[in-house]
Structure formats: C-alpha cells, structure tokens
C-alpha cells in the first residue's frame, strides 16, 4: 500500500449495526403499507443517501408508493430505537480506533446519514473524539458512489486522497472510495463481496478486527 497517513470510516454497517435494523424498520413501513421490501433491494441502496433511495423505491415498487410518508413513519421508528440505545456497536470498533490513534493516524467518519443522528450515536458510545473530522450525507451535494464525501473528509484533514484508506460495507461506498483515488477496504455486513465490490476495493474481510489485524502488518508511514 501507499504511505497512509489517515483511515477514513462509514458509520452504517461498519461503526454500528444499524443496517440489519435499517432493513428491519423498512420491513414493517413497507407491510403497513401492503408492499413487500426485500433483502436485495435494500442492499442496493445502501449508503446512497436518501434521493437515491426515493428514486430506487418509486422504480421499484411504482410511482403511487407514498414514500413521503413511509420515510417519516422509518425516521419515527428509526429514532426511537437510536434513543434508547438499541443500535450495538460492530465488533472490533474501540479496538481499530484505539490501534489508529495510539499510532498517529488521523482518523474521519464519512456517513450519508444526518449529521445530528451520528453525533447522537457517537455520543452515546463515547467514541466521538476518536474521529478528527467528521462529514455527513447532509453536507455534500452527491451521494455515493460519487467521490465528493471521502474528498471533503481528506480536505479536512489535510491530507491527500491517495495516502487515506476508506472502510466501507456497501458498494456505494467502496466505488466512491476508488473514484476518490483512495485504497477501498470492505468489511462485510448485509454485502458480501461481489464482483462489483471486488473490482473497486483493495481487500474484503469479514470484520474490523480482521481489518485491524492486517493494517498493522501493512500500513506504512
């Protein structure tokens, strides 16, 4: 690899497990309504960002899906779990951070989700200051796969994209992680490794501990 000077980490699906509640909470918005969601179609729109999600779902299911209400009655849902702390942490979360810092890697969080949810969860764990800039779904202009998120991330940190690597469980992610000219690592969650993530990422693991483990035989500064 490059000389890395920072790692740069989604939230869902890789900072918490909030991917297979995602799925969860859409499941039952979408029964309420008489429509069956499925595991495929959510994974296709993981990490997109929320207009790319509306889109997906209109193509899907129709144009008279009343996903304006849908989506409010999933945030609802969504932020009464959040609120009662019922979105675990990934296993091997403290120990990747702890690892980063301890060896002077500057570190970012690169999230499509809102900036006020992250901050809530982040908060919640303690883990907030383990982050040197954080960048949200709500301050970009394009959702992944587009590269935007992951430069903003590099810009705030002053470094340059080719020396940051990027952990993501989505597809979206890893395509933008390469579109940026950074080293894509995926870790799986409800995404297996698949052709169209193999092609954009550096290495696929099964967890962050794994990931750990094989950063510190690899990374150089």
């Given at each position: 690899?490059?000389?890395?000077?920072?790692?740069?980490?989604?939230?869902?699906?890789?900072?918490?497990?909030?991917?297979?509640?995602y799925l969860?909470?859409?499941?039952?918005?979408?029964?309420?309504?008489?429509?069956?969601?499925?595991?495929?179609?959510?994974?296709?729109?993981?990490?997109?960002?929320?207009?790319?999600?509306?889109?997906?779902?209109?193509?899907?299911?129709?144009?008279?899906?009343?996903?304006?209400?849908?989506?409010?009655?999933?945030?609802?849902?969504?932020?009464?779990?959040?609120?009662?702390?019922?979105?675990?942490?990934?296993?091997?979360?403290?120990?990747?951070?702890?690892?980063?810092?301890e060896n002077?890697?500057?570190?970012?969080?690169?999230?499509?989700?809102?900036?006020?949810?992250?901050?809530?969860?982040?908060?919640?764990?303690?883990?907030?200051?383990?982050?040197?800039?954080?960048?949200?779904?709500?301050?970009?202009?394009?959702?992944?796969?587009?590269?935007?998120?992951?430069?903003?991330?590099?810009?705030?940190?002053?470094?340059?994209?080719?020396?940051?690597?990027?952990?993501?469980?989505?597809?979206?992610?890893?395509?933008?992680?390469?579109?940026?000219?950074?080293?894509?690592?995926?870790?799986?969650?409800?995404?297996?490794?698949?052709?169209?993530?193999?092609?954009?990422?550096?290495?696929?693991?099964?967890?962050?501990?794994?990931?750990?483990?094989?950063?510190?035989?690899?990374?150089?500064?």
């Amino acid at each position: 690899m490059n000389k890395i000077e920072a790692v740069l980490f989604d939230m869902d699906g890789v900072i918490f497990d909030t991917e297979a509640i995602y799925l969860k909470v859409w499941t039952e918005v979408f029964k309420k309504y008489k429509y069956k969601m499925t595991k495929d179609i959510y994974i296709s729109v993981m990490g997109r960002g929320r207009n790319n999600v509306i889109k997906t779902f209109l193509e899907a299911f129709g144009k008279n899906l009343p996903i304006t209400q849908m989506y409010k009655e999933k945030d609802e849902k969504l932020s009464k779990i959040i609120k009662y702390g019922q979105v675990p942490m990934k296993d091997g979360v403290k120990e990747i951070l702890d690892f980063l810092k301890e060896n002077n890697y500057k570190v970012a969080l690169a999230t499509s989700a809102k900036r006020d949810r992250a901050l809530i969860q982040l908060e919640m764990e303690n883990i907030i200051e383990k982050f040197d800039a954080i960048v949200c779904g709500d301050e970009v202009v394009n959702s992944k796969p587009h590269p935007e998120i992951f430069l903003k991330a590099a810009k705030k940190l002053c470094v340059n994209p080719k020396d940051c690597i990027v952990i993501e469980d989505s597809a979206a992610g890893i395509e933008g992680a390469y579109k940026a000219k950074m080293i894509g690592i995926h870790v799986e969650d409800l995404k297996k490794a698949d052709n169209d993530i193999l092609k954009y990422c550096h290495r696929s693991f099964e967890n962050l501990l794994d990931i750990k483990a094989y950063l510190s035989k690899n990374i150089d500064r």
